[in-house]
């Protein structure tokens, strides 16, 4: 009679032990199921620059915005053109830099809403016609967990 081998179907303790720990280490790697909601939250500051021809007199001109930061000594400038039958124009600062134009530095840094003061003015086809001066304010977001309702 010939001898047939089986091998052990049994694994050894140290066997065991290893898929253990793989199996821990797969439980611990897994991802932790969602408890709380994922919530975006944004707060930024800003500013709103303007400057109007009251009673229409220039016609067209150039409104040239210039900012300084007091607290980085980086100024940002933006360049709108009032068409005729504009007599002004608003801006946000800090603008978005993904804007067609928006507030940049020389080196074509887009302004950020850092706080601290600033100072502005506005030239009017290269004069100054109007400035002033602000401060924007330190924000912060909170997160609340809204739970459902049990039933």
Not at 81 to 98: H, R, W, Y
Request: with cysteine; net charge neutral.
């Amino acid at each position: 009679m010939e001898h047939v081998f089986y091998p052990n179907t049994t694994p050894s303790p140290v066997r065991w032990g290893r898929m253990l720990g793989a199996l821990a280490l797969l439980w611990a790697a897994a991802p932790a199921p969602a408890r709380a909601q994922t919530w975006m939250v944004s707060t930024t500051a800003h500013v709103t620059l303007g400057v109007l021809d009251k009673f229409g007199q220039l016609g067209p001109y150039t409104a040239t915005f210039v900012v300084h930061s007091e607290r980085t000594g980086k100024d940002y400038k933006l360049v709108r053109a009032i068409e005729k039958g504009q007599n002004g124009v608003d801006v946000l600062f800090p603008s978005e830099p993904t804007a067609p134009e928006y507030f940049k530095a020389t080196t074509g840094e887009g302004a950020s809403a850092i706080p601290g003061n600033y100072t502005w003015e506005c030239l009017v086809n290269g004069k100054k016609a109007v400035g002033g001066h602000f401060a924007l304010p330190e924000v912060g977001n909170d997160v609340t967990l809204v739970e459902k309702e049990k039933k």
